[in-house]
């Protein structure tokens, strides 16, 4: 069974659940917060700070996502904690939001509540929907402060940067190396094309008695998929939040090979896959490669009791493909000037090269500008886990992840229609059709903006 428009039901009500979609799912954090802080109560505005003492800190609510597998809201509250400690005029309370589309489900409840915390991290695809609301400042200064990586900050929107990145990823495959060495192949590189990828989830198949291949199926099923549409010659949508490509022929041609890895190869196990049983069947020696986030990757390399390779996403042409998921800091508007210089602050901070490597090493989240990679703590750990260094590397191909007005609704519209093909219930065309006709009347209200 195929999950069901959860993402629409959690908007109105942005609960905090443990994760089972975004880009994934994790462990539940050790405390979700709560706002006392001398910038108001709630979600904290920061509207109330100028009435406190001057001698209490500038405090405030800063919500963010989980969105892989991994003890991730321990590492932001230690690295939260660790940022209050050394500015003693500030305090961040992290809240753990959910997942992707919890969180923003919960901070647009908070917008419209007009009491939105001050700070969020929230998919970077969110940009459109937050512009909408009008509940966005630019980053601008931030943004061109601090070198990241151009494929980050696309697309620019309006002629600003709305956001700092932050946690992103890109999708990867990874494979395990003992299977591969088993099976006759060589461990020192995964498959480089989609061919190679068939014959040599079969080749294991056959030797190992390892499925071959496993793909995330249910949560953001759009991004697993984009890479194959990407490579087929189309994204899934344009760049001004209004246009979709979900019919294309490439597109078709991207599901088409999808399907043919359980239908035609027998590569991959038919129906949904759930994102987290994915990486734990990898973990488990219960399939040799995985489609999945690089953010993925410390979790994996834990809990793993074999050889992990990573590799680019295998290509049918002769251009290496992938795209980018992961989240970016905002700022929001309707906060007090003193909240705000605060929260400024709290931002370059987190993204600065330490911190910015430090997260990465923790998490497995691509680092954020090319900075981080020459700390000192990173340069000894890459060399420890080359793996590390593959999603940098992927960035240069990376293309923008599927964004546009009415996000979580988008994004649903087109992944039930991945999942209606691959549980059997319609066929390419017509899902792909029916996706794409719901789309562009969801979207037709904004195509004068």
Known sequence: MRPIGMRSVLAAVGALALLVAGCGGAAAPASTGSASSSAGSGSGSGTSSSAQPSSQPVAFDFDY???????????????????????????????????????????????????????????????????????????????????????????????????????????????????????????????ATLSQLVSDAQAIQQKTGVTGIEIPSDGTVYWEFQPFAIDQGSNLAGSNGTTTYFNSPAVQAGLQFWMDLSHKYKVEPVGILPWNTVPNDFEAGKTAMIVHSSGSLASILQNSKFQVGVAFMPKGTA???????????????GISPAVQQA??????WMTAPDQAASWSMQTG???????????????????????????????????????????????DTFDSAVQSVLDGQSTIKAALDKAQQQAQSILAPYKTQ
Do not use: C
């Open 65 to 191: 996502p989980v969105g892989v597998s991994g003890p991730l809201a321990t590492i932001m509250t230690n690295l939260v904690n660790q940022f209050n400690s050394t500015h003693p005029g500030i305090k961040v309370t992290p809240v753990f939001a959910g997942s992707y589309q919890q969180t923003l489900a919960k901070v647009e409840t908070g917008i419209q509540a007009g009491n939105p915390p001050p700070v969020a991290v929230l998919n970077h695809t969110a940009v459109f929907d937050l512009l909408h609301l009008q509940a966005i400042q630019p980053l601008d200064s931030i943004v061109q402060a601090g070198n990241f990586y151009p494929a980050m900050l696309k697309p620019e929107v309006q002629g600003h940067y709305w956001s700092a990145p932050f946690q992103r990823s890109t999708v990867v495959l990874y494979y395990n190396k003992d299977l591969f060495q088993k099976a006759g192949l060589d461990p020192s590189h995964g498959p």
């Open 319 to 333: 251009t290496d493909v992938t795209n980018l998921g992961g989240g970016d800091f905002y700022l929001m508007k």
């Open 343 to 348: 929260a400024i602050t709290f931002i370059k």
């Open 365 to 411: 989240y691509v680092a954020v500008s090319p900075a981080d990679y020459q700390v000192p703590a990173m340069v000894a750990y890459t060399k420890k886990y080359p793996q590390a260094l593959v999603a940098p590397a992927q960035l240069q191909y990376a293309e923008p992840e599927l964004s546009t007005y009415q996000l979580n609704q988008i994004q």
